[in-house]
């Protein structure tokens, strides 16, 4: 995707995000509402999980280094206030600097803009898509390219840095392949971890679906039910049992 791709997406969906917790706020009651996608978590609680790393973000860009997520305070007032100021702020940041300026990072081998560009486009869509479920309502759709991007990331950044032997296994495979855009991936479950390649070829299980349901698959927020599949849907549940960021 392009720089104005991903800026489109986090803008859309951040301020979907703050007419949420707006809309919530008014209810009188839905903030305390459960987030089914986020064990543990009410509306409030995701939504202040975003504002503090909009917050995170947006100092550790300006420092030039990490900051601690952990300093980063709510101030008094709505929720709903907070979130927009912050995630307006950060938006600032972005779009004054250009992608391929050099930034701090958590990923060691991606040290520039870019990586905020994708990373703040895929942490606001998926929240969204949350914070819509949550209140009982069918989420808005994902465009589905930026829902292959999203996969992409998964397997590029998260899997690679925060979790690469998650994965791991005796050579089976799994084939996951977008209905609705160009996205097929083939993740091989080595003894080391997993290996993806973008091919088509006939593996243990194949799942097909929608862009979106692969995204929403992929991070743990729907089951493999979603998806049409065939072969040894085992290895599909392993995947949401062992793969979790």
């Not at 459960?34 to 009410?42: I, K, L």
């Not at 996205?183 to 979106?212: C, F, N, Y």
């Not at 849907?233 to 995947?239: K, R, V």
Request: charged letters at 25%.
């Amino acid at each position: 995707m392009t720089a104005t791709g991903y800026a489109e997406a986090r803008a859309a969906e951040g301020a979907r995000l703050t007419a949420i917790a707006a809309e919530a706020e008014a209810s009188g009651s839905d903030l305390r509402r459960q987030v089914p996608s986020c064990p543990g978590w009410d509306l409030e609680e995701l939504i202040e999980h975003c504002a503090t790393v909009w917050t995170f973000v947006t100092g550790s860009i300006a420092a030039g280094e990490r900051t601690d997520p952990a300093a980063v305070t709510r101030p008094d007032g709505p929720i709903s206030r907070w979130h927009d100021e912050a995630f307006s702020t950060l938006t600032g940041v972005l779009e004054s600097r250009q992608p391929d300026e050099g930034t701090w990072t958590w990923d060691p081998q991606h040290q520039s803009m870019s990586f905020w560009w994708r990373r703040m486009a895929h942490e606001t869509t998926l929240h969204r898509w949350d914070a819509e479920a949550a209140l009982g309502a069918t989420p808005a759709p994902i465009d589905p390219e930026l829902a292959v991007d999203g996969i992409d990331e998964l397997f590029d950044v998260y899997v690679r840095l925060r979790n690469p032997t998650a994965f791991a296994g005796d050579g089976e495979t799994v084939h996951l392949h977008a209905t609705d855009a160009h996205g097929e991936w083939v993740i091989t479950r080595g003894p080391d971890g997993m290996t993806v390649e973008h091919t088509h070829e006939k593996s243990d299980v194949a799942a097909r679906g929608l862009a979106q349901d692969l995204l929403l698959f992929v991070w743990g927020r729907v089951g493999p039910e979603q998806l049409e599949t065939f072969g040894d849907t085992a290895l599909l549940e392993d995947w949401q049992r062992l793969v979790r960021f």
